[in-house]
């Protein structure tokens, strides 16, 4: 036999391929339909049904004492649901979390966990009953509302789906991951559901822009304010995929004499309060919080978290907004509604369609259980039929049951009685026979055929079944209002705050340093700005020497050009401190080995540079357009080799002429204007050579003249210029008299 084959149960050879993909089938749809995704009738798993049909048989009602989550635990696990016992009773205590779930289904006794993420007590020591919510989903069941089917090892029934009267798919979401697909679905209010459900009923073909007017956002157990834009949340409703946006709730508290701290008074769904804390210390700690000074959890019973600023000149909502980026202060709560359609179907639905299915269910459970009270009105009014006959003769009732050998049959003879009529008459008490008054049973009579014809007339009118179910729907929203302390909206929905400032750069201490760059690349940033004398002292490896060396903040982008010219963009504040010699460059950014730097500086947005090649063309271009985001740069002056990028300068204010030097020492200068500006390209020709190329070009004011650094390391200033003005791509003139013999102006 091949080592890719195998047999099945009959013997014969079927492949290993096709062994393995018919057992993961069904063990992923076992997954998804058994375990990991909700009805969209009732919003319920197995493992949660199955908990409060236990907890329902058990008598566990809203009335009825605490029993220990160890006998309910042990009656799902033993009876319907044969997996472990943590996970049911960690099932169970999530239904009871307040914090956890919108509406609990269960009520806790003991300790069932915080907020701040600790677990709940062994099962042995606490106690649950159902809720009024629970009850609304069990409401009908004993009234054939739906189907029975086996139980795991056929000893007992269970409810393939609860008749659902409160709308809990949507008002308590769910959350789940099968196989290849998931679920998150997070809480809403009852009552803007109950609305939207309504106006549903009303007008079947309703748009999701209509039912947001009902249901604006999701209502989170644990508040929070709402910031994701409106068009998002209609597009994640209308699709059934999407996020939304949470951020925590906070005020500014006045403390006296300018002093203020902010307080945390709700944090957005499914954040454990304790790792916050921890996680905001943390960054505290690594000095990522600047404008934090401390974090205090003052809470009690109601969420405190204190936040206090370095200082009271601190903006608040800087502030927020600086913690909002890095901790879950703020987080995204998924939207993916994938449920079983008709329990059976995996389906990613709308908000309309999860909606619909529900009313649809709640329909076929109003027939259901019309049906079955049918039948019970049938039945009673049989057996009050019989009592009247009984009543009328009863004399002769009693000689046939106090001697007659069989006084059913008899009974069932003498008075054309039916088998039913004869078992209830034979099973009365003697002490009812004072209550066998013809008034009496007429009336009750009356009452039941009155209420069969409603009945009747409801189960041949779906106009009428949907305005019965829209009675229900109202009853639920007057309960569950928001007028009720379990009922009232509790997360806002507001925009988010603009906020103007660059918040990279607020969230990072603003220090001077300066700048150290050697001829080999090694760069570093020495705290504080040094004078030329600290400068002068500065040391470097040996065989290396300075080349660039400038004051900066340690907020500030740093622009290095090369001589491929490409752009890369270095953090200060995260450059190499200043013992020893610093780190290469490269480690910091992708340049190549051949390249070398031409240019390093601090980055001004509104600046403009001027690019120049050693062929002798060039352009102008803004700072802004040759910031990289990447390791790798940006490519801005193309270069063909053996041609290099040799300069890039920036052109100050009041700039209006170029001087250009070329290798053969003639130098050429004319207006600024005549150059084009661009974000990337090759440029103009700035100056023609017959041999060699540029060595340097500076941008200067005519007005003031050209400045260049003599052999001494002085400053001389040109301002005879005329002769060597001309238009540009011309040859130039032989440089002036005192002219750097090195060609470089400095």
Sequence with gaps: MSEHAGTDSGGDVISLQQALEERYLAYALSTIMHRALPDVRDGLKPVHRRLLYAMHVLKLDPAAGFKKCARVVGDVIGKFHPHG?????????????????????????????????????????????????????????????????????????????????????????????????????????????????????????????????????????????????RENIRQAYETGRGGFRVRAKWEKEELGRGQWQIVVSEIPWQVAKARLVEK?????????????????????????????????????????????????????????????????????LSLRDVLRQWLEHRVEVLIRRGYWRLDKIATRMEVLEGFLIAYLNIDEVIRIVRFADHPKRELMERFQLTETQADAILNMRLRALNKLQEVEIRREHEELAKERDELQALLASEDAQWKKVAEEVRAIREKWSKKTELGRRRTEIADAPQVEVDLDAALMEKEPITVVCSE????????????????????????????????????????????????????????????????????????????????????????????????????????????????????????RPPAELAVCRRIEEGHDHLAVVGDNRK????????????????????QRYKDGGLADAKPFSLATGLQWLDGGGRTRTFTEISDWQGKRATAGRVVPKGFPKSGRMG
Aim: hydrophobic share 45%.
């Design 520 to 639: 080999k690349g090694w760069i570093r940033a020495l705290k504080g700005h040094l004078n030329a004398e600290q400068m002068a002292r500065v040391s470097y490896k040996e065989g290396d020497a300075g080349r660039f060396c400038f004051h900066a903040q340690t907020t500030d982008k740093l622009l290095l050009a090369s001589t491929s010219g490409r752009f890369y963009t270095l953090d200060a504040g995260k450059l190499p401190g200043g013992r020893g010699a610093g780190e290469p460059v490269r480690l910091s950014i992708d340049m190549d080995a051949a390249d070398d730097i031409v240019a390093l500086f601090v980055h001004d947005a509104e600046a403009k540079l001027l690019l120049a090649s050693t062929e002798g063309n060039g352009f102008i271009v803004r700072e802004a357009d040759v910031v990289a985001n990447t390791r790798k740069g940006k490519q801005v002056m193309n270069v």
């Design 280 to 348: 905001i210390a943390d960054l505290l700690s690594a000095r990522k919080l600047p404008l934090l000074d401390d974090v205090r959890d003052e809470s009690a019973e109601d969420v405190r978290l204190v936040l206090v600023p370095k200082s009271r000149n601190v903006d608040p909502l800087l502030l927020m907004e600086s913690l909002f980026r890095l901790t879950d202060l703020e987080t995204r709560v998924s939207l993916n509604m994938n449920v079983l359609s008709q329990g059976k179907v995996p389906m990613v």
């Design 85 to 229: 016992d943590q996970a049911v009773y960690d099932a169970m205590v999530r239904l009871a979390q307040g914090f956890a779930v919108r509406y609990p289904l269960v009520e806790g006794q003991g300790n069932f966990g915080n907020i701040d993420g600790d677990g709940a007590a062994a099962y042995r020591y606490t106690e649950a009953r159902l809720t009024d919510v629970a009850m609304a989903l069990l409401e009908g069941l004993e009234e054939d509302a739906v189907d029975f089917r086996d139980t795991y090892n056929g000893e007992d029934s269970e409810p393939v789906v609860l008749p659902g009267a409160f709308p809990n798919l949507l008002a308590n979401g769910s959350q789940g991951i099968a196989v290849g697909m998931a679920t998150a679905i997070p809480p809403h209010n009852v009552e803007e559901l109950c609305d939207a459900a309504l106006h549903l009923i009303k007008h079947p073909n309703a748009g999701i822009d209509k039912l947001m007017q009902y249901v604006p956002g999701p209502d989170l157990p644990t508040g929070g304010v709402l910031v994701e834009p």
């Design 667 to 686: 130098l050429l200068a004319f207006p600024l204007a005549d150059l084009p500006e661009m974000t990337r390209g090759k440029g103009v020709r700035l």
